[in-house]
Every structure is written in structure tokens, then in C-alpha cells.
């Protein structure tokens, strides 16, 4: 739990530096062996690019380091409960394990359909929810 | 129906390309205005990269040359049926239109969640799906 508070943080670092450049501040990274091996946070904006999401943007980062298109012994940490575009991303690449803060009761993937996420990997909700989702609903508030 | 099948005549061409490759062979262009402002094919070996599916290719390139990362006008033809990845890639994109040609009953957006989709995006299937499907077929035949 120490572990998942620990490296979730690292994924709101990420998150904030994409409010910083005014996009919708969700972050995400990827540790294999304690050790981060990809990072990124939302580009859609300044890449006008609808996949640029935290996860796709840590995803093709970290099999880029692994030098395999499998993420077996990584776990993936996001803010936000990933959408169906990005929880296909995290099935394909089998992900060992998927931690998110909150959930999103509108674009989650759960809203569509669990069976996106690959059965084997192990995901855990909730960490630091109320950090995670406090500056989405912040950023929106602001663009009002 | 013409333009349809001239269209995904090159989509094929893609995906012999992938299938050149080694890789699985599907492929994609993004029309606009009767002209390609997209293509790719399956690059996930070569890239060892699981987000690098037809789709996505051609949906990064496309939004590049639009310099928007919204495909309204656009027409996204695709050899066979998009997984949840590339669905949810093509629905954050409200693509116009979507034109596949073999079904995929395996790992097809719609087994998961029809409503992956835009609800805004038209759905068209079945354009050359023999020849669609039957390189992927092939391909999966002699790997064996």
C-alpha cells in the first residue's frame, strides 16, 4: 500500500505538469522490479492527437524500454480509472497489474465493459481517489 | 459503394505491407474529402509496441495533417473490425464515418461494447470482407 501511495504520487507529478500545460490532468507510470521504466501524462491537446493519453504515452514508453510489446511483471499506475481506448492498450500489452485513483462513472472502462482489461491482470482501485480526482474536477470547474 | 471498395483497396495494400512485415496484417487509411490524409498498418513487432495497430497509426497521422484532433469529416477504413483500443481511438476522434471489412469475432469492439463507439459515427461492415479477412487467415496459417 506504502508502494502504491509512493508511486501514485509520481503519477499526479505527472498529472500536474499537465495542468500545467493546460490539459486534462491525468498522469500515469510504469514500474517494473521498484524501478519507473515509462512515464506520461495527457498530450491531446498540444500533440492534437485523440490517442496521446497518459497511459498510451507511458505504455509506448515503457515496451520501448523493455524491448517487448508485453508488460507482464509491470504495473501500471493512472489517476484516473483508464478509458476503453487505454484499458485495451494496458489488455494488449498484459499488464501484471493496473492501479488507479478514481473512477470515471463516464468514460471508465467499466462503464463499457470489464472484460476489456486482460483476465490475468490484478487491478486495485482507489489510491489516493480523492487527490486524483480533485484536480480533474478543478481543471473543469476552471475551463467553465 | 465504389469509393468504399477503391478506398479499402488500399487499406489492403496496408495490410499487405504489415503482412511483408511479419506482422498481423491489417490496415488502415483516413479519408477526407475524397483524398488519404492517413494510413499505417500493424507495427507491433517492429515497434514492440502494442498500441501500434493500424488504426492508431492512421489516426495519429491524420490528426497531425489536420492539425485538430477531431476527425468529423473523416471516413476511417480498416481491413477488419477495430478492438476496444482503436474503437475507443476512433470514438475520442468523432470520426463521420467508419468502414471495416472482416468482422472480428474474437476481439472485435463489439463483442465487448457496441457503445465504445461515437454515437455520432456511421458504421459500415463488410466491404471486401472475404479478402479482408483472408489475409489474416493466411498469415495466422503459416505461423502455425
Same mark, same amino acid.
Given at each position: 500500500m506504502e508502494t502504491d501511495e509512493k508511486f501514485m504520487k509520481e503519477a499526479l507529478r505527472e498529472a500536474h505538469a499537465a495542468a500545467e500545460e493546460n490539459e486534462v490532468p491525468i498522469g500515469a507510470v510504469i514500474v517494473c522490479g521498484n524501478k519507473i521504466i515509462g512515464k506520461g501524462h495527457n498530450m491531446t491537446e498540444k500533440l492534437h492527437d485523440p490517442t496521446a493519453h497518459a497511459e498510451m504515452i507511458a505504455i509506448t514508453a515503457a515496451t520501448g524500454i523493455m524491448g517487448s510489446k508485453y508488460l507482464n511483471d509491470c504495473t501500471l499506475y493512472v489517476t484516473i480509472e483508464p478509458c476503453p481506448m487505454c484499458a485495451g492498450a494496458i489488455a494488449w500489452a498484459q499488464t501484471g497489474r493496473l492501479v488507479y485513483g478514481? !473512477?470515471?462513472?463516464? $468514460?471508465?472502462y467499466s462503464q463499457f465493459s470489464?472484460? !476489456?482489461?486482460?483476465? $490475468?491482470t490484478k487491478i486495485q482501485a482507489g489510491i489516493l481517489a480523492e487527490e486524483c480526482g480533485k484536480i480533474v474536477t478543478e481543471y473543469f470547474k476552471n475551463k467553465r
Amino acid at each position: 500500500m506504502e508502494t502504491d501511495e509512493k508511486f501514485m504520487k509520481e503519477a499526479l507529478r505527472e498529472a500536474h505538469a499537465a495542468a500545467e500545460e493546460n490539459e486534462v490532468p491525468i498522469g500515469a507510470v510504469i514500474v517494473c522490479g521498484n524501478k519507473i521504466i515509462g512515464k506520461g501524462h495527457n498530450m491531446t491537446e498540444k500533440l492534437h492527437d485523440p490517442t496521446a493519453h497518459a497511459e498510451m504515452i507511458a505504455i509506448t514508453a515503457a515496451t520501448g524500454i523493455m524491448g517487448s510489446k508485453y508488460l507482464n511483471d509491470c504495473t501500471l499506475y493512472v489517476t484516473i480509472e483508464p478509458c476503453p481506448m487505454c484499458a485495451g492498450a494496458i489488455a494488449w500489452a498484459q499488464t501484471g497489474r493496473l492501479v488507479y485513483g478514481a !473512477i470515471d462513472p463516464k $468514460k471508465g472502462y467499466s462503464q463499457f465493459s470489464p472484460s !476489456i482489461m486482460h483476465p $490475468k491482470t490484478k487491478i486495485q482501485a482507489g489510491i489516493l481517489a480523492e487527490e486524483c480526482g480533485k484536480i480533474v474536477t478543478e481543471y473543469f470547474k476552471n475551463k467553465r
